[in-house]
């Protein structure tokens, strides 16, 4: 369950988060007070001030003066509060291009040793020794191959023939 400020429209997930937040939040206060200020006259049919900023109507020309007030601090609050979180989200896009940028720096570096280690291994498979050797170790790997398949069809001989 969600609970919003009827002053500012924020959310909060408990009452007493939110009751705390009007007894503290400075612009929410001006507010309730300019609430309370209204519930206190009477209007008539005839009200004839409006607020420019929130379009609310009021009986005087004094009341609607002292309301102006606190909307003109709320909305600017609400601007100053808008330019901080552009603020904030313009900073959270820097550092994530900079970690971005690192994180490219580090796989070209990667990439870089990468190569490298591929054209040492092309080195040593070009280096004769290394190529007869591995040429050596490839017949000795086919000779055992060879010798496993001929004891295997053996005992598969000698199973058959105790049949």
Request: net charge negative; with cysteine; charged share 30%.
């Amino acid at each position: 369950m969600s609970l919003t400020c009827k002053y500012c429209n924020r959310m909060f997930s408990t009452k007493s988060n939110l009751l705390n937040h009007q007894k503290k939040a400075k612009y929410c206060l001006l507010l309730q007070k300019e609430d309370n200020i209204n519930d206190e006259i009477n209007f008539n049919d005839d009200e004839n001030y409006k607020c420019e900023y929130c379009e609310r109507n009021f009986s005087t020309k004094r009341v609607l003066e002292n309301h102006k007030n606190i909307c003109i601090n709320y909305y600017s609050f609400l601007v100053t509060e808008q330019i901080n979180n552009n603020k904030l989200i313009t900073l959270e896009k820097e550092i994530i291009e900079r970690n971005l940028l690192e994180k490219e720096k580090e796989n070209l570096k990667l990439q870089a040793e990468n190569d490298l280690l591929w054209k040492q291994m092309e080195n040593l498979l070009s280096n004769n020794s290394t190529k007869e050797c591995l040429l050596e170790l490839q017949d000795k790997l086919q000779e055992i191959a060879m010798v496993a398949i001929d004891q295997k069809n053996e005992t598969i001989t000698g199973m058959v023939k105790n049949m």
